[in-house]
């Protein structure tokens, strides 16, 4: 019993001496109340200011580093003059767009000197590291043109039609890839399916010229403008091989 009335009255001297610091604190100044917050929670202020500071320096820092790799980036391509340079500076930033601008010029010329194999092989890696759409679609059409000219026409047409159904790509590539699968189609004697592609040429609004292209093709070669005359008079036509 005397121990249990000695912690009660522990427990009510305690008491007493938090309200009466709690009264004091209420009668304080700010200035004094601050002091005292301070004092309490020194710790964990210091702490928090410090983890802040340390994010924001590292995040400049990240901006500053990321601006400096682009600036060496674009010095390091205009320094790369002949093909061997670029070939280097290319396989270097192989995951960067102007890495993919570099394979691309190499691409180009191989392509323009008739070494379509190894324009294949130069327009797949540009076409790996290119994120942009407007750069990606080239290198597309370049793969798939190159591959027509080695003699891949099977891996050229799946390419062709890859760019066709892409809906991401501006309808002149489109077009053209199209325009190029009609061809191939002319090539094999397959006008039905000559005329399939080119009908999808004219259901493009920003196509451009591939559907001026396409409408020559359809009045020079007899097969397919007979097609294109029965398809307009609503009858079918078999053509003979």
């Given amino acids: 019993m005397a121990s249990r009335s000695k912690d009660t009255s522990n427990s009510d001297d305690n008491q007493d001496t938090f309200e009466k610091l709690d009264e004091a604190y209420a009668e304080s100044s700010v200035e004094e109340q601050l002091l005292v917050y301070w004092n309490r929670h020194k710790n964990q202020i210091v702490l928090g200011i410090t983890v802040a500071v340390v994010l924001i320096i590292g995040f400049q820092i990240s901006k500053w580093w990321s601006a400096k790799t682009i600036s060496d980036r674009g010095e390091a391509y205009a320094e790369a003059g002949d093909d061997a340079q670029k070939q280097a500076f290319a396989d270097d930033n192989s995951g960067s767009d102007l890495g993919g601008v570099a394979y691309l010029e190499l691409a180009d010329s191989a392509y323009s000197e008739g070494e379509y194999s190894s324009a294949v092989s130069l327009y797949e890696k540009a076409f790996k590291a290119f994120e942009m759409i407007e750069f990606k679609q080239r290198a597309h059409l370049g793969l798939a043109m190159s591959r027509l000219q080695a003699g891949e026409e099977g891996n ?8 066709a159904n892409n809906s ?12 190029q699968l009609s061809v191939i189609d002319w090539q094999n004697g397959d006008f039905v399916s000559m005329l399939a592609h080119q009908d999808r040429i004219d259901g493009l609004v920003n196509a451009g010229n591939w559907q001026g292209k ?5 009045s020079s070669i007899p097969e397919l403008k007979e097609l294109v005359e029965a398809s307009a008079a609503g009858g079918e036509t078999v053509l003979e091989n």
């Fill in 214 to 218: 396409a409408l020559q093709l359809q």
């Fill in 156 to 163: 050229a047409s799946k390419d062709l039609e890859s760019i």
């Fill in 168 to 179: 991401e790509y501006p309808d002149a590539a489109r077009g053209e890839a199209l325009y």
